[in-house]
């Protein structure tokens, strides 16, 4: 499975961006992710959605800002960010879990296959 973040780049506090995840390969119709890492700091969930869609989760610090979706049929993850934050600069990386279970959606560990990252950086 091969994936390919992009969307990323410099935006104002306030301020929307939206990332896209493309996918190769048949085990991408799995359990997606976002997952960040700001600097300095360890990887953290962002969301995740499930292949039918059924499924969503957010971290609570991106609750009612980010929409995480997904486009089966194009092989294409999405996540809306909006109403940025100087705290949600970070690299994103989109990712693929196998054999995920609901409970575990937020665990990094859970995940087989990354994406390179994207930079999203917000200024004040």
């Known amino acids: 499975v091969q994936l390919q973040a992009s969307g990323g780049g410099l935006v104002q506090a306030g301020g929307s961006v939206r990332l896209s995840c493309a996918g190769a390969?048949?085990?991408?119709?799995?359990?997606m992710a976002w997952f960040r890492r700001a600097p300095g700091k360890n990887r953290d969930f962002v969301a995740s959605i499930s292949w039918t869609g059924s499924s969503i989760k957010y971290a609570d610090s991106v609750k009612g800002r980010f929409t995480i979706s997904r486009d089966t049929a194009k092989n294409m993850v999405y996540l809306q960010m909006n109403s940025l934050k100087p705290e949600d600069t970070a690299v994103y990386y989109c990712a693929v879990g196998l054999r995920v279970i609901t409970s575990a959606a937020s665990d990094e560990k859970a995940y087989d296959f990354w994406g390179q990252g994207t930079l999203v950086t917000v200024s004040s």
């Open positions: 390969g048949r085990a991408f119709s799995r359990y």
